[in-house]
């Protein structure tokens, strides 16, 4: 096989790492690639999801497009769905512990996350080996864990910065939590990984398993951690459960709509991570006095959708939002909501609607002033409607139906 050049490496090094934040170490992942080069052998690229809601979100997808760049240069992915993890509970960069889940809802939310993840990675079968880290982590016996967390000690697992930050402030952490990292890093060892991707609040996790692979007499993965990207609320980590989020199974008005929602002080964390455009460009759509911020947004906003739904859809995405929101319009493509009877709560009328998920949301929907009927402010939680057919209901700034009556 032919040597690579080092114009060829500073390339492939510039593309693997945009955005990351810090990688442990640059040097060991040069070494790679040069003897990867040589040898022709696949490096695999762990990456690692727990099932932890239904869909994927762009924030996750900010690991996945790096992990395609390395299947484009030839290596092979291999996606650790975490069906036995996501039974323990993570803290996942915050203060309290996740939720454990049920099988059921584990196994459904694999399911759409294969899914999901296949319209970033290339899914050929020598590209992408998907693995579930119940594979090895069930057939564990007692005495295995022991050994397992007999590889590090105690002041070294409150050196996880949320681990120290709860403790200080007298918030429980279970013991069940430290077994995390362990068994997070174990996978790691089981595949045999060479690198692995995962954002910055899974740092810790990922350095564990080096450790752990050094222990085990393998060679160190090398780990790539990338920022987080911030949800639409311009303060926390993007989240399903936080509502804060951008599905990729979004609606190309739905996500265009969402992406223009952002503070303008997220274009460039959005831009870098979520995006292609290339640093000057950023720096042009990042700059008020160059780029009017509106503009900028609305060039972020096309972007993202192409990548999910394509030029085409992008374009009239922004060109119903423009209708929409710039000219004070309506949308032409609404759904129906059906209405029986003379007239009826306007809170149970928006949770029919499927504009909250629950009365307490449509109530507080109500009193922030984002609830309207044909153009009028609907204020009071307790009020009762009685709209004509075709009249158009609206929630917030981006969702819209129109009543049918039975």
Known sequence: MPEITDTELDGQIARLTRGCEAVYTEADLRARLVEAAKTGRQLRIKLGLDPTSPDIHIGHVVQLRQVRKF?????????????????????????????MLTGDAIEA???????????????????????????????????????????????????????????????????HEFLYPFVQGYDSVCIDADVELGGTDQTFNNL???????NAGKRPQVVMVFPLLVGLDGEQKMSKSKDNYVAVTDAPADMFGKVMSIPDTLM????????????ERIAELADPERTHPREAKATLAREIVAIYHGADAADAAAAEFDRVFAQKDVPTDMPEVPLAGEAMGIVELITAAGFADSNSAARRLVSQNAV?????????????VAPPDGAVLRVGKRRFGRIRRA
């Open 71 to 99: 299947q484009d240069l030839g290596h092979r992915a291999v996606l650790i769905i975490g069906d036995y993890t996501a039974r323990i509970g993570d803290p996942s960069g915050t203060n309290k512990t996740r939720p």
């Open 208 to 214: 564990v398993g080096r450790q752990l692979m050094e």
């Open 372 to 384: 309207s009927l044909d153009g009028e402010k609907i204020t009071d939680p307790h009020a009762h």
């Open 109 to 175: 939310n694999a399911a759409t996350y294969v899914e999901q993840a296949g319209t970033v990675l290339d899914t050929a079968p020598e590209k992408l080996e998907i693995r579930r880290n119940s594979e090895w982590l069930a057939d564990l016996s007692f005495a295995d864990v022991i050994r397992l967390t007999s590889q590090m000690t105690v002041a070294r697992m409150m050196e996880r910065d949320t681990f120290e930050t709860r403790y200080k402030a007298n918030v429980p952490i279970g013991v």
């Open 268 to 279: 460039e964390n959005y831009a870098l991570l979520a995006t292609e455009l290339p640093p």
